[in-house]
């Protein structure tokens, strides 16, 4: 059965755009990693990647429009080089590389980091500077993993979360960041056949609940406490950890 025609597929897939659109504007961060695994429950996994892709430039466009003057330009220039080399290199080992292992080892790290920073104290702690070495380690997994299932959250946070910005500018960094990413990885998709009608038909139905689920995710980011927000999005990266080691362990 076609998504399209398909009423369990729409069963996974409108919750799973809510929630990617809530944290593409910047509230709950990487949980946007649970779209392609939502919507896997009905439809193959590289599918899902392809029919969410138009779902999440929209996103990427509201997001951009909504945080154009707030974000960290120290934080771009280290990260977007980094993440488009990323990019790079999921397209040309996607045939090689185990998405299975990259889950499972990229969710180890994620619950090492979050475990270390919720018992060594570290939410009073002074904020770290910038690391342009970190940097590009962190954004060029970031890129790898989004190109394979858009899952760039848990690396991306594993840099930025330390510099302890204010949450708006946290989530417009975010926003263009993954903007650029996912904008880069338009034609790289096209060439692998993941454009085709059928998945385009069903991105398009989607499509009205994408600027929705965005505007409420940046609403809700540009009102927050700080030490609320973080908590809460340390808090996101430790399930998403654990899913991508759910994920990962049952694939070996």
Not at 112 to 121: E, K, P, Q
Not at 133 to 159: C, D, E, K, N, R
Request: net charge positive.
């Amino acid at each position: 059965m076609l998504p399209i025609t398909n009423p369990f597929f729409y069963l996974c897939a409108i919750p799973a755009v809510f929630i990617v659109g809530m944290a593409k504007g910047g509230f709950g961060g990487g949980l946007a990693l649970v779209g392609v695994p939502m919507m896997s429950l009905a439809i193959p996994p590289v599918q899902a990647a392809g029919i969410l892709l138009p779902i999440l430039l929209v996103m990427d466009a509201v997001g951009l429009f909504s945080y154009r003057a707030i974000y960290c330009r120290k934080t771009l220039l280290i990260l977007i080089p980094a993440g488009l080399l990323g990019t790079l290199i999921g397209y040309f080992t996607a045939a090689y590389i185990s998405e299975t292992l990259i889950r499972l080892v990229t969710g180890i790290i994620a619950l090492i980091f979050v475990l270390d920073y919720w018992f060594n104290n570290k939410a009073n702690k002074a904020p770290k500077p910038h690391n342009v070495i970190l940097g590009g380690i962190w954004g060029t997994i970031s890129g790898v993993t989004s190109f394979i299932a858009h899952a760039g959250g848990a690396p991306f946070q594993m840099y930025v979360l330390p510099l302890r910005l204010a949450p708006p500018v946290m989530a417009g960094t975010a926003v263009i960041f993954f903007a650029t990413v996912n904008f880069s990885k338009v034609l790289p998709y096209f060439a692998l056949g993941q454009f085709d009608a059928k998945n385009i038909s069903t991105s398009l139905i989607l499509l009205p609940l994408a600027p929705l689920a965005t505007i409420a995710g940046i609403k809700i980011v540009k009102h927050i406490d700080k030490e609320l927000f973080y908590k809460i999005t340390y808090a996101g990266l430790f399930i998403i950890a654990l899913k991508l080691i759910w994920d990962g362990a049952s694939g070996l």
